[in-house]
């Protein structure tokens, strides 16, 4: 056998990981030669490319989860897909000129890779039979307390929650990267320091407000969607307008849509989730 070759997996989910190291790989890659293109390296160009390469982490945790079977690896997988489709095309077109060919075509593989790696994922027969297994917990038996796999009571709610969850858990670093970026602009208008104050007060709030609803969310609880789509309207009423006014249509392109992305995302989990609980 050849060494570092795992043959106790579906060949489906061996060339599933093998994607996935090479989505890692590629989105790094090309954040890298879109920053060495770019005509002008200032802060905010600093800014996005370290929160872009940043992903490359998620799917190294991704690759961790559907090694070991886990569940939650479709909804983190299709949520990494998406926002990293946003995060590598915002920085892709310069503010003036047309793209790098290197970049463009760096891209369009990223894309194909990100799209190939959500259809195995989710439309796969293998790869759905492998990922089956749940987080360790603590669970309370006649025996006493074990920690072992702790399946939910209702996994088809529990799935489309936690894509809900993944997909929301994005919002506070979506705003407060654009209010950083924001921070190099108040030299030359220090009239808006209050207003990037409170746009950081706010990213970080939006963590804890999410951490809440979910919670209740992944319990089942009806009105927590109603409060996560709160939570989601007031994150784009905040981000949006901020990223306009401090940072430009430019601005708003480039850190307003993956906001929007991961909120239609939520949106739309939370719409299946309903459809669950009314079949149920």
């Not at 954040?31 to 770019?38: F, Q, T, V």
């Not at 891209?107 to 994922?121: G, P, S, Y």
Request: glycine share 8%.
């Amino acid at each position: 056998m050849t060494p570092g070759v795992d043959y106790g997996r579906p060949v489906a989910v061996r060339v599933l990981t093998g994607l996935l190291i090479a989505t890692a790989a590629a989105t790094a890659g090309v954040e890298l030669l879109n920053y060495w293109y770019a005509t002008e390296h200032g802060f905010g160009l600093a800014v996005r490319t370290g929160w872009a390469l940043l992903r490359t982490v998620g799917w190294l945790i991704l690759i961790w989860h559907v090694r070991r079977g886990r569940a939650a690896a479709r909804p983190l997988g299709l949520i990494l897909a998406v926002t990293t489709v946003f995060a590598v095309g915002r920085l892709l077109v310069p503010r003036e000129g047309t793209p790098p060919t290197a970049g463009v075509l760096g891209f369009a593989a990223l894309t194909v890779l990100c799209v190939t790696v959500v259809v195995l994922l989710y439309r796969h027969p293998a790869v759905q039979e492998h990922l089956v297994r749940h987080p360790n917990k603590i669970v309370l038996t006649r025996d006493g307390f074990e920690w072992r796999e702790a399946t939910p009571k209702r996994p088809p709610l529990a799935a489309w929650a936690i894509t809900a969850r993944v997909a929301s858990f994005t919002y506070s670093p979506l705003m407060l990267v654009p209010a950083l970026i924001s921070v190099s602009e108040l030299g030359a208008r220090p009239e808006w320091l209050l207003a990037v104050i409170f746009w950081f007060a706010a990213g970080i709030g939006v963590s804890y407000a999410v951490l809440l609803a979910t919670y209740f969310l992944l319990k089942g609880k009806p009105w927590a969607r109603a409060h996560l789509i709160w939570i989601t309207i007031g994150s784009l009423v905040i981000d949006l307008p901020l990223c306009y006014l401090l940072l430009g249509t430019d601005g708003l392109i480039r850190d307003g849509s993956p906001l929007v992305a991961a909120s239609l995302l939520t949106v739309y989990s939370l719409w299946r989730v309903a459809r669950v609980e009314k079949a149920a």
